[in-house]
Nanobody, 116 residues
Framework: QVQLVESGGGLVQPGGSLRLSCAAS????????MGWYRQAPGKARELVAA???????NYADSVKGRFTISRDNAKNTVSLQMNSLKVEDTAVYYC??????????WGQGTQVTVSS
């Protein structure tokens, strides 16, 4: 059974930075897709950034130029460096990875709050 464990959330002031990390365990194989999603109160979950094993990445327009996604295939980890954070970046951030056996897995989520 694959498990994804996120870390790195917290409270930060507008303009500040945070780094989220997600580690996958339970599989010796690196997943093709690893990504970060977020869900703000009352809103749908949305893709923030994603990256493949070939390091092809894509970003939501709202975070381009501020967030950077990276991964370590050997360690099965993915990170999200978030700079110039805005109040509207406040959300629960979720890691997603897969497929393993045609299944994608989600982490438990980590809260990011941007507030002065």
């Amino acid at each position: 059974q694959v498990q994804l464990v996120e870390s790195g959330g917290g409270l930060v002031q507008p303009g500040g930075s945070l780094r989220l990390s997600c580690a996958a365990s339970g599989s010796i194989f690196s997943s093709y897709f690893m990504g970060w999603y977020r869900q703000a109160p009352g809103k749908a979950r949305e893709l923030v950034a994603a990256i493949t094993t070939g390091s092809n990445s894509n970003y939501a327009d709202s975070v381009k130029g501020r967030f950077t996604i990276s991964r370590d295939n050997a360690k099965n980890t993915v990170s999200l460096q978030m700079n110039s954070l805005k109040v509207e970046d406040t959300a629960v951030y979720y890691c997603k990875a897969g497929p393993w056996g045609n299944k994608y897995y989600w982490g438990q989520g980590t809260q990011v709050t941007v507030s002065s």
